[in-house]
Every structure is written in C-alpha cells, then in structure tokens.
T-cell receptor, first 111, second 115 residues
C-alpha cells in the first residue's frame, strides 16, 4: 500500500518558472526521499531528508520536511524542459529498511 | 559500475507460462528490492533482501510469485503461471550497507506483457 500521497497529480508550468510538489504521509518516518522518473525509465534518486532535518538543498532542488504536519515539499527552481518527468516521494522507517512510494506528480515543462 | 542491470528489458508471454526476471545489483550493495509499477496501483514493493536473505515478502501478490537471491550479485523474480493481470513494469533496486540513507539505485525495469 502507498504511504505517501502527492499533490498535485499533474503540474504544467512554463520553462523558467518554479515547480512545487507536495507529499503527505500517515505514520512517523525515519527519512523521506524524492525520486524522478522519466518516461519509460527507472527511478533516479534526487535527495534524502532525515526526520530531524527541516530543509535541504541540492542544486536547483529544495526539499522541506514538516514532521508535525507529516508533509514534505519539493521545489524545483528555474525549471527546464529536461525537468519534465514524474516525481515520487518515498518514506523510510529506519536506516535499513524498505521505502514506500507515493503516487507521484507528473510535471510538464512548456517551452 | 554499470548500475543495476535487469533482463530482459521486455517480455511478452502467453497466459500460463513461466516468467523469470533477472537482476544484478551494484557491487557492494547489500540490500535488493523488487518493485512492480502499474498505472492503477503505482509502485508496489514486492519483496526485499538484506545480505541475500528475504526480509519482507508481504507485498508478493500470491503464491504464483517467488523470488530468490542465491548470491550477492544475482536475484530472480519468477511468476508461475503468469496471468494477464501480472502485466506491469518490474523494477529491481539496490542500496548500500548503510541502508536507505543514500537512496536506492534502480534498474531500467522489465516490461512484462502477458497475453
């Protein structure tokens, strides 16, 4: 069963704009991860944030985590056509266990 | 490293046939995961191994599915007999001994079509 739910399910923005995707989950976690999946390909790990962290950056990516609200957001700044993909959040419950994926957000960048 | 290698990339089989999917994890990774992806159900964890030992197979849909990891560099997922509802993309992923703190590395997947 899926632990995380992403919002929105689909997002279309103009190239150069910022894209924000949200993820909500139900039970306490050890960490939360974001992955990207291009059409017909496997998933690629983007960033991991631990439960004791509130914000993390990686290049044009910014992830926040609010454990009191059981939610996370992924911000992609200055979007590019190559950012067109599906983005998934995944929740982990200990340092050596499975992760459960959310339903994903389909992001389309218009040129 | 060539990454996680899955074979075949595509498989088309008739209902009732046995299907075997293969995965070679990244060398040095001690955890291996099998996921199934469909439009209706999204990404589902089927089973995962730590140090070649199955830890959680609660996601395996039914007895028709079985998975093995005979050594650290090879795993198989077998479906026998296959059914049309098994049609999906099956992904294998592996992670480092520190667990999932650095994320998983996924293979390119096997697209299975059962007709």
């Amino acid at each position: 069963s899926q632990q995380g739910e992403e919002d929105p399910q689909a997002l279309s923005i103009q190239e150069g704009e910022n894209a924000t995707m949200n993820c909500s989950y139900k039970t306490s976690i050890n960490n939360l991860q974001w992955y990207r999946q291009n059409s017909g390909r496997g998933l690629v790990h983007l960033i991991l944030i631990r439960s004791n962290e509130r914000e993390k950056h990686s290049g044009r990516l910014r992830v926040t985590l609010d454990t009191s609200k059981k939610s996370s957001s992924l911000l992609i700044t200055a979007s590019r056509a190559a950012d067109t993909a599906s983005y998934f959040c995944a929740t982990g419950y200990s340092s050596a266990s499975k992760i459960i994926f959310g339903s994903g957000t389909r992001l389309s960048i218009r040129p | 490293d060539a990454g996680v290698i899955q074979s075949p990339r595509h498989e088309v089989t008739e209902m009732g046939q046995e299907v075997t999917l293969r995965c070679k994890p990244i060398s040095g990774h001690n955890s291996l995961f099998w996921y199934r992806q469909t439009m209706m159900r999204g990404l589902e964890l089927l089973i995962y191994f730590n140090n070649n030992v199955p830890i959680d197979d609660s996601g395996m849909p039914e007895d028709r599915f079985s998975a093995k990891m005979p050594n650290a560099s090879f795993s198989t997922l077998k479906i026998q007999p296959s059914e049309p509802r098994d049609s999906a993309v099956y992904f294998c992923a592996s992670s480092e001994p520190t667990g999932n703190l650095y994320g998983y590395t996924f293979g390119s997947g096997t697209r299975l079509t059962v007709v």
